[in-house]
């Protein structure tokens, strides 16, 4: 690498995001920085406050404005695999700017045998296979789709999320659980079985962090809702931070 330092934007939200960040603050060269949606009221950022900024950027051309003014020469997009939309919008920008881009996106959890899968595309078609699956489930969806399950009136949650979900907003039938992962096979169990679940609603995020509630449900021979996950835009992709450290040194 020559003596030019190459500025990055980290597209963050994740845990890998902030890892990477760390990761990146020891390699010569590279001036990093994070940036955060906002969504969780205490979001896990990089120690240094200068480090990182948090808020949307207003929409694509505002995310060009950014990339344009702080001459930002790298975006890795290291957003979580449901957040379509920043996802878009990089890929758009880069584009627009003439900018590397690569995406950070953790493989897919796969069936393995003894799981019993209800795979769906979308919360609405979620919403449609659980009546008649079970009386009591387990909502580990976050807050921002809870709304797509309020009108099953015959079905009672247990909403496992971050923060509470934003007043004014319908939410299903039930009880909250505020809880940040990752979390344990065992305390999963202890869920399920305590408040008597009988299936799981979950995205395909994929990771170790919540994959513990997707064994408990196979130990317990309970279904799982699992909702897939939506198209990434075109463009390199890594699964991990080892490799996006190894495509950084390429650059
Ligand atoms: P989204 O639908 O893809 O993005 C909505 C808007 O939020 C974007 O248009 C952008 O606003 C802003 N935004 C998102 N990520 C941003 C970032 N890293 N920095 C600055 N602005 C960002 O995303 P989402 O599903 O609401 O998720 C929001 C954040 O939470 C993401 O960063 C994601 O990594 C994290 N997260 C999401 C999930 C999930 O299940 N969706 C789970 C865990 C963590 P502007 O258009 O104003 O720029």
Redesign the pocket.
């Known amino acids: 690498m020559s003596n030019y330092c190459k500025k990055i934007l980290i ?4 845990a890998e995001a902030t890892a990477l960040y760390d990761r990146v603050q020891t390699m010569a060269n590279i001036e990093a920085i994070a ?3 906002g ?1 969780t009221q205490q979001p896990v950022t990089p120690k240094d406050p200068a480090a990182f900024r948090i ?5 694509v051309q ?2 060009i404005d950014y990339l344009k003014q702080q001459k930002i020469d790298i975006l890795i997009d290291v ?2 695999p ?6 878009d ?1 990089a890929a758009i920008a880069a584009n627009e700017c003439g900018i590397k881009r690569l995406m950070v996106v953790r493989p897919a959890w796969e069936k393995v045998p003894g799981d019993n899968w209800v795979e769906v595309d979308s919360h609405s078609q979620a919403t449609m296979v659980l009546s008649g699956l079970a009386e009591r489930v387990f909502l580990t969806i ?1 807050r ?1 789709e809870l709304s797509a399950y309020a009108e099953l009136k015959d079905i009672w949650f247990l909403m496992r999320m971050i923060d509470p979900p934003q007043p004014n907003l319908p939410i299903p039938r039930g009880e909250l659980l505020l809880q940040r992962g990752p979390f344990s096979v065992i305390d999963e169990l202890s869920i399920l079985r305590e408040y008597q679940l009988g299936a799981i609603v979950s ?1 395909n995020s994929g990771g170790d962090a919540t994959y513990a509630k997707i064994v408990a449900a196979r130990e317990l021979k309970l279904p799982v809702v699992m909702v897939q996950r939506p198209p990434i835009p075109m463009g390199e992709t890594v699964a991990d931070i080892e490799s996006a450290i190894a495509w950084l040194h390429q650059q």
């Open positions: 597209l963050g939200g994740t940036s955060f949606a969504r808020g949307g950027f207003g929409g505002g995310l957003t979580h449901f957040a379509a939309q920043i996802s919008h976050g921002q995205k």
